[in-house]
């Protein structure tokens, strides 16, 4: 499997799947979230609705991972991933790795070869960038995948700085 790393906006990507930093809700938010669903357009929120209202009637719990369409986005599906929020109390590192692992497993049912993920937690859900990094690009490297490419799509040059010095 290929590692990238790009700084940019994941809702750009022409990928086969981008990972959206979601919530339990699946009904929209800010920062990824709020981009995804602007730029892919309403199809994304129905699909989301429709699953609330099948499988996750009390949310998508943390750590898991389902897909939808993309809508209007370059991607052919959104993988939608629940990150834990930070705690100082509590190591939720595994949460996070299960966000990873989750979404690729996901990513080989659909069949998808390429797969851009953002640093999942490390924004509204307040994860150290350093730590995120790490979890993230460990994680990825460890999995059993028939994903080709994982393209890490950081939105600032911090991002872009903390993902390469762990890599
Ligand atoms: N492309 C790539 N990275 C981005 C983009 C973008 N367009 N926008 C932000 N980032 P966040 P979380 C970076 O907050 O921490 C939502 O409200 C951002 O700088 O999107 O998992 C959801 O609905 C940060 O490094 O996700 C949830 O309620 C990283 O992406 C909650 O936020 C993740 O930031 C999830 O919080």
New binding site residues.
């Given amino acids: 499997m290929e590692i990238r790393l790009v700084q940019?906006?994941?809702?750009e990507q022409d990928v086969d799947a981008v990972v959206n930093?979601?919530?339990s809700?699946l009904l929209?938010?800010?920062?990824?979230?709020?981009?995804?669903h602007r730029r892919g357009g309403p199809e994304i929120l129905q699909e989301c609705r429709a699953l609330r209202a099948s499988h996750y009637g009390a949310g998508l719990p943390t750590g898991q991972a389902v897909a939808t369409t993309a809508g209007r986005l370059p991607a052919r599906w959104v993988i939608h991933t629940?990150?834990p929020?930070h705690s100082a109390a509590e190591d939720r590192s595994e949460l996070l790795a299960s966000c990873y692992r989750e979404s690729l497993r996901v990513a080989d049912e659909l069949g998808a070869a390429t797969v851009a993920f953002?640093?999942?937690?490390?924004?509204?859900?307040?994860?150290p960038?350093d730590d995120?990094a790490r979890i993230a690009l460990s994680t990825v490297r460890r999995a059993s995948t028939s994903v080709v490419e994982v393209r890490f799509?950081?939105?600032?040059a911090a991002?872009h700085a903390a993902f390469e010095r762990s890599l």
């Fill in positions: 940019g906006d994941i809702t930093a979601a919530n809700s929209g938010g800010g920062g990824v979230d709020g981009a995804i629940v990150g929020v953002p640093a999942i937690s490390t924004g509204i859900y307040g994860w960038m995120g799509v950081l939105f600032d991002a």
